[in-house]
């Protein structure tokens, strides 16, 4: 089924704004509680929120085989279970209905009134209910700047990184939607001078820039996902901020991983961009340094181009770009990681998440974290306001944005941005 809702020359009749993340072409899927406090699923286009429940309610989908329901829900798990048919046949009809062309909705006023809404009358949420949640560790300049940094720099990484993808199992309870705050974690931690650790709020707090793609229901108990069919699986991707706490992470992850240095919080961006979407900018991956196994080989244009920022703006200032990398300097791709996670035949369901781990480019300025921009504190980032940072202080915001972009065709995920609050104080009764 081809998609034609990636047309590079349809047009809308809604407003887009110049050099808008949400051109026609993109059409990502998200849920929103309305002005009139109704949660329900939804698209973007422009500046203009779409209320995917109304419209079908009023028979804009008439002929896809949908439930009644399917867009009246507070997740879009069920819709992602549906299958990628369906998902490019809703998001095909989407592109048929604002076509400029077409004024079957363009022209009716009292459908128009319950299904277009403007960004200030709607709340995002966050956009499916998350089973488990998965980060892998990916990028190979993070691995080995962080290798070098721990380690011997002439033994960075270590001898499994090239021979698979390196992953966790992280804890989906603490995933948020951009625009909700959290607060400095406390926890252990083991001073360079100490013999014994000290209980406190972590003072090396991380942005990791990253992505993750959303999966549907994909095998059953016992049953891998072949390599050349993973992509059939993956809903579509998201821009993450798997929020750390280095100094916590530095004393508890020995001998199993990462806990509560990783599992305060994680910040999405709330639309999730389909990777039909995507299709146009595609790209291939690294070229692996050793011989992998046959079931990670991969062939063809499995990664995509697309433009990473990460902005710090301190309470009251403005914001100052710190970071600057591509997802395509993945050294595993998605379906290499789709891959090996169930390998051993653990299964996947709709609405789980799989974190690509920081991504971080070849040059300073594209590391992911400001564990390798201060370099361990070392080197401190200078703001636009003339402070300097480490790491993250209390209120400030770390945001993240991410784009596709080829002459004046350009495909977006909007942002994801989180407030850094002081330690949680209980409220004295």
Not at 296 to 314: A, H
Request: hydrophobic letters at 35%; a negative charge.
């Amino acid at each position: 089924m081809s998609i034609t809702a990636n047309d590079p020359t349809r047009k809308t009749w809604l407003e887009v704004p110049e050099n808008s993340d949400f051109p026609i072409q993109n059409i990502p899927f998200g849920v929103f509680l309305t002005r009139d406090d109704i949660i329900t699923i939804g698209t973007r286009i422009g500046d203009t929120a779409i209320d995917l429940g109304a419209l079908h309610q009023l028979g804009y989908f008439e002929g896809i085989p949908l439930t009644d329901d399917i867009f009246l829900q507070d997740t879009l798990n069920d819709f992602i279970s549906d299958g990628k048919k369906t998902w490019r046949l809703v998001r095909n009809r989407i592109a048929d209905i604002f076509d400029k062309n077409n004024g079957k909705l363009r022209d009716h006023e009292e459908h128009r009134k319950v299904v277009l809404f403007g960004l200030d009358e709607i709340e995002m949420q966050l956009p499916v209910q998350v089973g488990d949640y998965t980060d892998f560790y990916s990028s190979k300049e993070h691995a080995t700047n962080v290798g070098s940094m721990f380690r011997d720099p002439e033994n960075a990484l270590l001898p499994n990184w090239l021979h698979i993808p390196v992953g966790y199992h992280g804890r989906s309870s603490s995933i948020i939607p951009s625009g909700i705050p959290v607060h400095r974690p406390k926890g252990q931690t083991k001073p360079k001078d100490a013999d014994q650790p000290v209980f406190g709020p972590s003072k090396r707090v991380d942005f990791e820039l990253e992505m993750a793609f959303i999966t549907t229901d994909a095998n059953h108990l016992g049953e891998p996902i072949p390599i050349d069919e993973a992509e059939d699986y993956i809903f579509g991707l998201v821009l993450f901020n798997d929020w750390s706490a280095r100094d916590i992470q530095t004393w508890e992850y020995v001998p199993l991983g990462p806990f509560l240095a990783k599992n305060f919080a994680s910040s999405i961006s709330p639309w999730i961009v389909t990777l039909d979407a995507l299709e146009p900018f595609r790209i291939e991956s690294p070229k692996p340094e050793v011989e992998l196994l046959p079931y990670l080989q991969s062939s063809g244009k499995k990664s995509f181009d697309i433009e990473l920022e990460v902005f710090i703006q301190p309470e009251n200032g403005e914001e100052t770009k710190v970071s600057q990398s591509n997802f395509k300097h993945m050294y595993w791709n998605m379906s290499q990681q789709l891959a090996h996670h169930t390998v051993n035949g653990c299964p996947v369901i709709s609405g789980d998440m799989m974190g690509s781990g920081t991504i971080s480019g070849p040059t300073p300025d594209s590391y992911g974290s400001m564990l390798e921009l201060s370099w361990k504190g070392e080197k401190p980032v200078k703001l636009n306001d003339g402070t300097t940072r480490t790491f993250i202080e209390d209120n400030d915001t770390v945001t993240m944005r991410g784009f596709c972009k080829r002459e004046n065709y350009r495909i977006g995920f909007g942002e994801v941005s989180t407030k850094l609050l002081p330690v949680f104080e209980p409220k004295k009764k």
